[in-house]
């Protein structure tokens, strides 16, 4: 399997990575450790879970998806296999409901992932969500103290704009902190804005890892999602509505085509379209069961030539 940068970190991944969302929400424990024993089995490796995985889920409360992953570590001794990344800074029940990126909850929290994920060490700490309400250096501060402690090995950033994340880089290199390796923005086939442009142009300047989320559009580019009557499909089926327009319809037509051409599902190329865009470490991905997962670690074997990689440009324009 093909591995890659995660920045400048020096630790190397496969070129997708599982999302752990579904872990505790729609995928139980048993499923769960089918679909993680079946990704590292195919000779992948970054496994990205959050703090906050799935307190949205009825009766959840938060960290069921790193408990379950801590589980399923501790039971198939595969901690060396792979790399563990999880998030913090998310609202979370019981907090107050701001995005949380402060010293102190740093160190609370990361104590909570450990004991969760049942790991010594956490090999990508990920600030969820900017917090503009704290001071960078804080935060940047507080990540080198869990670096030095040897409880996180690299640190990165999720949804931040590029001008965030320019100036948290710069503060790094004047005051000698640990900088964010990697950028974890939401993008694929039809959402563009939040990653095409500036903070893309950072990244790839910057040598910053990419890892997008929502690589699959919660489900849209798997085309499952065709018309009204098959928003009842899935516990997401209803946020799709809106992406049943001119633009989503030809995004899931030139889709068609390229897995036609393949023989593969159309999961396969939307991941495959990332998979080879440059400046793309690893696209993220969720399974609910290993069969799932199949279309998903295709993708890491299929190359499209250059004029399916315009089409599919071109489409979701």
């Known amino acids: 399997m093909e ?12 070129p997708l990575a599982l999302g752990g969302n ?3 929400w729609t995928a139980d424990e048993s499923a769960s450790f089918r679909v993680l024993d079946a990704f590292v089995d195919a000779g992948l490796n970054l496994i990205d879970t959050a703090d906050c995985y799935s307190s949205w889920a009825p009766g959840n409360q938060g960290g069921e998806s790193e408990t379950i992953i801590g589980k399923w570590l501790k039971r ?11 998030k913090v800074g998310w609202e979370m029940p019981g907090r107050p409901q701001r995005k949380d990126l402060s010293a102190a909850w740093i160190r609370e929290e990361v104590e909570n992932s450990l004991r969760r994920l049942q790991v010594d060490a956490i090999d990508l700490y990920q600030s969820h969500h900017d917090d503009l309400e704290t001071p960078q250096e804080e935060t940047l501060a507080a990540h080198a103290e869990l670096i030095r402690a040897g409880k996180v090995r690299a640190i990165g950033a999720s949804n931040f704009s590029a001008e965030r994340l320019a100036s948290a880089l710069k503060l790094s290199a004047e005051k000698g902190l640990p900088r964010y390796e990697t950028m974890q923005p ?9 990653y095409e442009g500036p903070l893309e142009d950072l990244c790839r ?30 516990a997401r089926g209803g946020g799709m509505k809106d992406r049943l327009n001119p633009r989503g319809l030809r995004i899931l037509d030139a889709l068609d ?3 036609e051409a393949h023989g593969v599902r159309p999961a396969t190329v939307a991941l495959a379209w990332l ?15 290993p069969e799932q997962l199949e279309d998903q670690i295709a993708a890491t074997r299929l190359i499209l030539a250059a ?6 440009d071109e489409a979701g324009r």
């Open 257 to 259: 085509r390229v897995a």
């Open 22 to 24: 579904v872990f505790g």
């Open 205 to 234: 300047r910057e040598g910053i890892g990419v890892i997008t989320y929502f690589s699959l559009a919660s489900g849209f580019l798997t085309g499952k999602y065709r018309s009204e009557a098959d928003l009842s499909k899935s």
């Open 3 to 14: 591995l890659r940068n995660l920045g400048r970190s020096g630790i190397r991944v496969g």
């Open 307 to 312: 004029d399916e990689i315009r089409l599919l």
């Open 186 to 194: 939401h993008f694929n086939l039809y959402e563009r804005s939040h």
């Open 275 to 289: 998979i080879a865009r440059p400046g793309i470490t690893a696209p993220i991905a969720s399974a609910t069961s």
């Open 76 to 86: 198939g001794g595969k901690r060396d296999r792979v790399v563990v990344a999880t």
